[in-house]
Structures are given as C-alpha cells and as structure tokens.
Nanobody, 126 residues
Framework: QVQLQASGGGLVQAGGSLRLSCAASGRLSRDYAMGWFRQAPGREREFVAT????????VYADSVKGRFAISRDGAKNMVYLQMNNLKPDDTALYYC???????????????????WGQGTQVTVSS
C-alpha cells in the first residue's frame, strides 16, 4: 500500500504561482510514477503531469506545458508541482497519484494510477 498526502493549494491571482507538494509513504519503489490530476467543478478529472521516480521522465498535458514543472525528491519520497503563470482555467481540486510499473504510453492514463491522495484546492482569480 502507498499513502499520499497532497498540500500547497490556495488562492492566487491570475499570473501568480503556487507549488504543490505530495508526500508519499508506504511500499513505494523506484519503478513507480507519480502524477498530478485535477478536477474542476462540473468537469471530469484530467491529467496534468507525471514523473517517473527512476530516470525522471516527465509528461505534461498540453494545457500546462511551459507553465508547470513536476519534480521529485527521491530521498524524501516527495513530488512537487511548480505552477507558474496561473490562469483562472487552472482552478480545480488537484490530486496526486501513484502508478506502479507503468509503461511510457500509459503515463497519462488515469486508470494506471492505483493510489490517490486527497485533493488540494487551487483557485485562481481573474
């Protein structure tokens, strides 16, 4: 089992920045990927970004490329999402998730992620 704890959300003006953190504990091995997903009111949950713990391969949704950056600290079992130039459309509940033994083509697929943390709310005002 893997437990995930997301934090760092808040209220920010458009153009501002936030950094989300996800603390992982439990049986997390290096063949995992850890990702961020988000769900806005009335919309389906969508992929944001992910990173492989081994090798550091990253994948981003087109909507956040160039603005968001995902990183990891293997020693601390932490994953971060640096969000810059935030837009009102980024407003959502952000979830971190972990996927074991995932192949590259499945990195952005929600069903590949077996473990989910609670969400952290990000609100961007215009």
């Amino acid at each position: 089992q893997v437990q995930l704890q997301a934090s760092g959300g808040g209220l920010v003006q458009a153009g501002g920045s936030l950094r989300l953190s996800c603390a992982a504990s439990g049986r997390l091995s290096r063949d995992y990927a850890m990702g961020w997903f988000r769900q806005a009111p009335g919309r389906e949950r969508e992929f944001v970004a992910t990173i492989r713990l081994s090798g550091g391969t990253t994948v981003y949704a087109d909507s956040v490329k160039g603005r968001f950056a995902i990183s990891r600290d293997g020693a601390k079992n932490m994953v971060y999402l640096q969000m810059n130039n935030l837009k009102p459309d980024d407003t959502a509940l952000y979830y971190c998730a972990a996927a074991p033994r995932i192949i590259y083509s499945s990195l952005a697929v929600q069903s590949s992620y077996h473990y989910w943390g609670q969400g952290t709310q990000v609100t961007v005002s215009s």
